[in-house]
Structure formats: structure tokens, C-alpha cells
């Protein structure tokens, strides 16, 4: 202490931003390392906290509403997706690549949902027929509806007094309802026709083959009768054309068989003979068994008549009353989630069972079928398993990792991945009861980050091994007031740099969210700009991942991208303005042209000196006063970081309550230049680096000429400011400290210490 002064030393801000609900807890360990405002400010997880990098220009996009979705082939080559109303983008490292057409209207892109494997992607919404997204090259791109073969077969579907009759057992079949049933909602869907398939013999006494019988999947029996020499064999076929030996007798006058067998599936079978002499009959029989055969609907007639393609060949052409409709149409809605799970396609919640999962044949994404074997499903069938805890919640997500998560808008479930899933063993199981929206959940290893109903908070959400079940924390409890009066409506994560995630709120704002879980890092911090924030992905590279905004400006969106934060002590190496441009002439330029930037008020960087509230003309050209090697022109913003209240244990009790006035900071920075420093925004003073011959000279001495550009050099060190006097002398009773910049330089803080003299 000297002249009365504490000096006080926050050597983190790896809490982040809290709420003025908790800006007097000096009682919890995160505020000690807690900041009251941190405005376009990004949070490392090992504490400093630093002034956000810009964002770049990539395009301009159709107005209206956009959804961003990455489509990643490996692990160097991702996409952009950019879906608009009716219309797909598809961008590589800022270039547009291709332009489709989509069914997906504008109001309903946030209901999208997506599950991708190599080059295909599968995209669920709930509105419309499930659609396959198949990637062949860079620019050759198709997009087509997903057609299952069969849908999942739903039996409450059948219409009670209704029987249907096919005009054929295999090909393209009209299908007839005996009263009205269909309609064009029908077309895509798949219907099953229950047939009884009595039992039926051929015998054969000579040489040669007999007729062939169609088997379905159950039995057949073979017996031989007499006394004969030679051999006779079973033999089957799919096709009733390629014929293989199943079963082969042989008799010198002393034999005679009786032998049964089964199928999987359908099969044709007859007899194969061959008599040398002697007195011989074979019988051979296909067991009785209900026939399952179905086929897709691929035209409306009228509501007694279809046009069908036979998938799974029909027994007979005689009207059932035993039938049913595959479980999405247009009639009962389509699946609004997707993802895969223990090589299973997973579909979630249509309009009818909004409480439904649906899982495909293992290894088979296209079937969700169902096969049987002595009367029993196979292991590999499709699966059906409904989520119904008192409420019929729907499901809006479903995320898979070890376990199947399926998050609804009231509860949490899994599905364990401890246990291979089989049609008899499924269980799900309620985790919580917190719900979520339609935002995505982001998965960050072994554990996921989600919004919870209401879009107000976030949570975390793991598995305990101590209760051996899945629950986790509200990561914003400290910063409320970020959502107070939003809502979040989109998200995004990226790993590298500083495992961040991305939270657009409804409001046009992005809430940033530094997140270690093991470190016990969750710090907040806000980033504005002068548009509406509109929507947010993040895309895989090689070495990090690029984070992507739609921002509407001026009744335009823009795509944009954050631009990467340099940590070298050269200004030029970084982008500190907003829908920027970035650029290297190959010779000295006076004027600059960005188109987009028209009649816009925009700030310059060029070859490190700092030009302001320049104007942009018509056509986005920007005249400077002296030639450049390289600038970067853009908007510019403002960095807020606030301190928290200074709390003191002195002999005599806190000096909470207590007039304090905050004299001096000492500021230890990392490749930093500009910002002002006070304790208030009402007034603050500059940062001076001699860098710019801001320090102040002796009286006669001129001040130096501004450096050249290879001279000017981005700070790092220690910088001593003092705190200009608001009112009372400096004295109040919170010793708060506000710094600021909006200058186009990045300005990276590891530690403050503030020189506080109580009193007053």
C-alpha cells in the first residue's frame, strides 16, 4: 500500500459476464474473476479476455428467413448450406458451388433437422417428405424425397369396414379399397395387404422337374414314397428363373425321406428328379402362412383407386380387409427428427405419434420393414418404440452418441447403446423433466449443450455415474439478464479456438458461451454489430472451425464470416471491423471498393493507421488521403469490458458500502493497441502507446511523423493509465473500472490490477 492506495489484482475473467442480480455476490468464487460487461468481448478458457475479431464478407443472400447447416465429408473437406425459402446454397471456403431446389418454405426452415453419412445427408422437418441431400463432386449436388422400402408399417392405420384388392401380385398394381380411402396425401406411402396363404402340394413320379410352388416365409415339407433307385433334390429360386439345389436324395431300392424346412422370405421351390427304375412318388408342400406384401403408392386415381409398386409380392388378388398404411403421408405427417444409431436410420415424431421413434433394418437405412422366423421378428427388424411419460411430449430431437438421447419439449430420454436394440429389447428410459425447443443441442464429447423450454436457458446435460443416470446444470444461473427479455433461436459450437458456442437471440444479438465443462469454465459474453443477427453454424477445417453468420443489414442479409484472431504484433494480420474486406493490392491504392458497404459511413486499417468515418459512395467506393499497401475496411463496433464492484476484507469489515475511488489500472496486455479506460462510458481516457507518440513530450519537442507501416507494432505489456475523475474527487461506492475501444485494433487483456484508495 502507498499514499493509502490497495492494489487489487483480477488475474482472470474466466467467469465471463454476470447479471446485476449477482454484481454484489462477492461471496462466490466465480465473481473474482467476473466481468459486468463484456460487449463484443470473447473469453479464453484460461482466463484473458480480448476484444472480438470482425467479421469477413462472404455474400449477399435473398432476404427472408435463412437456416445454416455444415455438411462434412471428412475431416478437411466441409460445406456451407445455406437454406433459404424453396432454395439451397451450398458454399466451399466462401465460394458458392451450387444452387438447388428445395420443398422447405422460409417459415418452416427452423423445424429442420439433420442426419448425414459420407456423401448423403438426410433432412427431416415434419412438414414435408423426408429429403435425401447426395453430394457427388464440388459442384454436382441433388436433392430428391427419401423413399422407404417399406415405411415402417403402422397396423392402428387400417379403416375398419375397408378391404383393399390388387390387380396383381408383383410389377405396377392397381389397388382397389371397397369404399372411399384414398387420397393424394397417399402418394409416397407404403400399404400392407395381410393375405392367408393356404398350404399346397406337387408331386412328381418320373424324371424330370416339377411345377413350382411360391413359399413364403415359413414352411415346407418333402416326402418320398415306394421302392426306386436314383435321386431326386429340392430346389429353389427367388425369381422362379435361377434355380439352386437346396436339399438332394439318393436311393438304391432302400431309402425314402421326410424332411421339413423353412425360409426367411418368399421362395419358390420344386422338384428335381431323376428315376433310374422302380416305383417313386415325392410329394413336396409349401406350409399354410399369412403373406405380408406391400407396395408404394405412386399415383392417386380417386379415393377408391391407387397406383402402386410392388415391393414385396402379393399372395393373391383377392380383396383383405387385413391391411395397413406405412406410418408417414401427407395424411398423418412425416418425420420431423432424424439421426442414426447402432447402424439404424432413427425417425422421430410425425404429426400423428409426435411421441414416436422409428429405427430401420440394421445396416439397411431404406427398410423399416419387419421380417420373421418362426413366427418370431428378427433381431435386425425395424423398430418402433414410443416415448410416453403421463404427457404425450413431442419429440423435437434426437441426438446419439453412446446412448440414443431423445429430447421433447417436456422430458429427456435415452435409449442405452450398452445393449444391442432389437425389436424385444428397447427400453426407454426418462432422464429429466426439463424439456427443450426447436434449437439444435450441441454435442461436445461425451456430453451435450442444449436450450431448455422457454429458450431462455441453457444446460448442460451428462451422464452421473453415481446415480447412473443423465442430468446436468443451468450454465447461465450468473447471466440471466443476457436473456431476460429474448429468446434463443438458434446455435453453434466451435471447438478450436477457446471451445466456444454461439447463441443467437431473437433480439438480433449473439450470446457467446466459453465452455470446459471439466475446467469448470462457463463464461458469458455478448456480441453486437450494427445489423440483426439472424442465424449461426460453425464449419470444420483442418486446424480450426470458421463460424458463419446471416446478418440482415439495411433490409439485406449478408453472409459472414468471424475472422480469424491472429497473435502476432501485426494490426494488418487482423480483422477488427464488421462485414469487412480484407486485401493486398499488388501496388499503392487511394480508393478502395467494396459494393456492398454503398452509402454507408465505414471505418479503414490500412497499412496500420486507422482512418474513420469515411463514406462509401454509390457504388461502395472509398477515397483515402494517402496511397496504401493493404487495408481492411469494414464497420466498425464497440468492445465493453466493465468490472465488477471491489471488495476489500479490511481490519474493520468489507469495504463494501464504502466510498473507494479506483486512481490507477495497470493493464497487462497481449498484441494490443487503442481502447480508453474510466469508470464509467461517460468519460474515459485513452490508453497511450508511444507508438503513436502519445506520450506526452517535453515543451520544444516536436512530436514524431506517423509511423510507416512496417513500423507500427501491435503492444504487449504492462500499461499504467490513469483513471480520469467522474464526480466527488473519483469517490463512490462501487471502485468500478470500464474499458472500451472501437477501433479497428485487437486489444487483448490477461490481467487488470486497479490502485484503489479508500475513503472520501
Request: glycine share 6%; hydrophobic share 35%; with cysteine.
Amino acid at each position: 500500500m502507498a499514499d493509502g492506495r490497495i492494489y487489487m489484482l483480477q488475474p482472470s475473467f474466466a467467469s465471463g459476464e454476470i447479471s446485476p442480480d449477482v454484481a454484489s455476490r462477492v461471496d462466490l468464487d466465480k465473481y473474482q474473476s467476473a466481468l459486468l460487461q463484456a460487449r463484443n468481448v470473447f473469453i479464453r478458457p484460461y482466463g484473458s479476455a480480448y476484444r472480438r475479431p470482425g467479421t469477413e464478407h462472404v455474400a449477399q443472400i435473398d432476404i427472408g428467413n435463412v437456416r445454416l447447416q455444415e455438411f462434412a465429408v471428412d475431416a478437411s473437406t466441409s460445406y456451407l448450406l445455406v437454406f433459404l425459402s424453396l432454395t439451397l446454397y451450398v458454399y466451399k471456403e466462401d465460394v458458392l458451388k451450387a444452387t438447388l431446389v428445395t420443398p422447405f418454405a422460409g417459415t418452416r426452415l427452423h423445424q429442420l433437422r439433420f442426419a448425414q453419412s459420407a456423401d448423403v445427408m438426410f433432412i427431416a422437418s415434419g412438414t414435408y417428405p423426408v429429403q435425401v441431400l447426395t453430394r457427388t463432386n464440388d459442384t454436382t449436388w441433388s436433392i430428391a424425397a427419401f423413399k422407404a422400402e417399406p415405411a415402417y408399417i403402422d397396423t392402428t392405420t387400417m379403416t375398419e369396414g375397408i378391404s383393399i384388392s390388387t390387380s396383381v401380385l408383383s410389377g405396377t398394381a392397381t389397388l382397389t379399397a371397397s369404399s372411399a380411402l384414398f387420397n393424394s396425401n397417399n402418394v409416397g406411402n407404403s400399404v400392407m395387404l395381410r393375405q392367408r396363404v393356404p398350404s399346397a402340394t406337387v408331386s412328381k413320379s418320373s424324371s424330370g422337374t416339377s411345377s413350382s410352388l411360391l413359399a413364403g416365409p415359413a414352411g415346407w415339407k418333402v416326402i418320398s414314397h415306394g421302392t426306386w433307385t436314383g435321386s431326386f433334390s429340392v430346389e429353389y429360386s427367388s425369381d422362379n428363373n435361377n434355380w439352386y439345389t437346396l436339399r438332394e436324395y439318393t436311393s438304391d431300392n432302400d431309402f425314402n425321406v421326410t424332411e421339413s424346412g423353412t425360409f426367411d422370405a418368399q421362395t419358390y421351390i420344386r422338384l428335381n428328379c431323376d428315376i433310374q427304375s422302380g416305383s417313386f412318388t415325392a410329394d413336396l408342400s409349401k406350409l399354410p402362412y399369412t403373406n405380408e406384401g406391400w407396395a408404394r403408392i405412386t399415383a392417386f386415381t380417386d379415393s377408391t383407386h391407387v397406383t402402386a409398386v410392388v415391393g414385396k409380392r402379393f399372395a393373391s388378388t383377392n380383396a383383405t380387409d387385413d391391411w395397413a398404411f406405412g406410418a408417414w403421408d401427407g395424411n398423418y405427417g412425416y418425420p420431423s427428427c432424424v439421426t442414426f444409431f447402432q447402424d439404424r436410420l432413427c425417425f422421430a415424431a410425425n404429426n400423428r405419434q409426435p411421441y414416436m421413434v422409428w429405427m430401420s433394418r440394421t445396416g439397411d437405412y431404406y427398410n423399416f420393414g419387419t421380417e420373421k422366423a418362426a413366427g418370431e421378428l428378427l433381431d435386425d427388424s425395424a423398430v418402433a418404440v414410443s416415448f410416453i411419460s403421463r404427457r404425450d411430449y413431442r419429440i423435437l430431437h434426437l441426438m446419439a452418441e453412446a446412448d440414443l438421447l431423445v429430447m421433447t419439449e417436456g422430458n429427456e430420454w435415452i435409449i442405452s447403446g450398452s445393449e444391442t436394440v432389437t425389436p424385444s429389447n428397447v427400453t426407454p428410459r426418462v432422464q429429466t423433466s426439463r424439456g427443450t425447443t426447436d434449437v439444435s443441442p450441441i454435442m461436445i464429447g461425451g456430453q451435450m449443450i442444449y436450450v431448455q423450454r422457454h429458450g431462455k436457458t441453457v444446460r448442460d446435460l451428462q451422464y452421473n455415474f453415481t446415480t447412473d443416470s443423465y442430468d446436468g446444470m443451468d450454465l447461465n444461473i450468473l447471466a440471466k439478464h443476457i436473456t431476460q427479455d429474448t429468446k434463443i433461436i438458434d446455435s453453434a459450437y466451435r471447438q478450436e479456438p477457446d471451445y466456444m458456442a454461439f447463441f443467437v437471440l431473437d433480439d438480433g444479438t449473439c450470446a457467446c458461451l466459453t465452455y470446459v465443462n471439466e475446467q469448470k469454465v462457463y463464461a458469458w459474453s455478448r456480441m453486437r454489430t450494427n445489423g440483426t443477427i439472424k442465424a449461426v453454424e460453425s464449419i470444420s477445417t483442418p486446424n480450426f472451425e470458421d463460424v458463419y453468420f446471416i446478418i440482415s443489414r439495411g433490409g439485406t442479409n449478408y453472409l459472414e464470416r468471424l475472422a480469424d484472431y491472429d497473435r502476432s504484433d501485426n494490426p494488418m494480420n487482423y480483422v477488427m471491423l464488421d462485414c469487412a474486406k480484407k486485401d493486398t493490392p499488388v501496388s499503392p491504392v487511394t480508393s478502395i471498393t467494396a459494393s456492398w458497404l454503398a452509402n454507408q459511413t465505414v471505418d479503414v486499417l490500412a497499412d496500420g493507421r486507422h482512418f474513420e468515418d469515411l463514406t462509401a459512395n454509390g457504388s461502395g467506393k472509398v477515397t483515402l488521403p494517402v496511397a496504401v499497401n493493404s487495408y481492411v475496411i469494414g464497420y466498425p463496433y464497440t468492445s465493453v469490458f466493465e468490472l465488477p464492484n471491489i471488495e476489500i476484507q479490511l481490519q474493520d469489515g468489507t469495504l463494501q458500502g464504502r466510498k473507494k475511488k479506483v486512481a490507477e489500472v495497470i493493464l497487462r496486455l497481449e498484441n494490443s493497441l487503442g481502447g480508453r479506460v474510466g469508470m464509467s462510458t461517460n468519460r474515459t481516457d485513452v490508453i497511450k502507446y508511444d507508438e503513436f507518440g502519445a506520450t506526452p513530450l517535453p515543451p520544444g519537442i516536436d512530436p514524431p511523423t506517423p509511423p510507416e507501416a512496417d513500423e507500427v507494432k501491435l503492444y504487449s505489456g504492462e500499461k499504467l493509465v490513469t483513471v480520469p475523475n467522474v464526480t466527488m474527487g473519483g469517490f463512490n461506492d462501487k471502485g468500478r473500472v470500464v474499458i472500451t475501444s472501437d477501433e479497428p485494433y485487437p486489444l487483448s487483456i490477461s490481467s487488470i490490477v486497479r490502485a484503489v484508495v479508500p475513503g472520501g
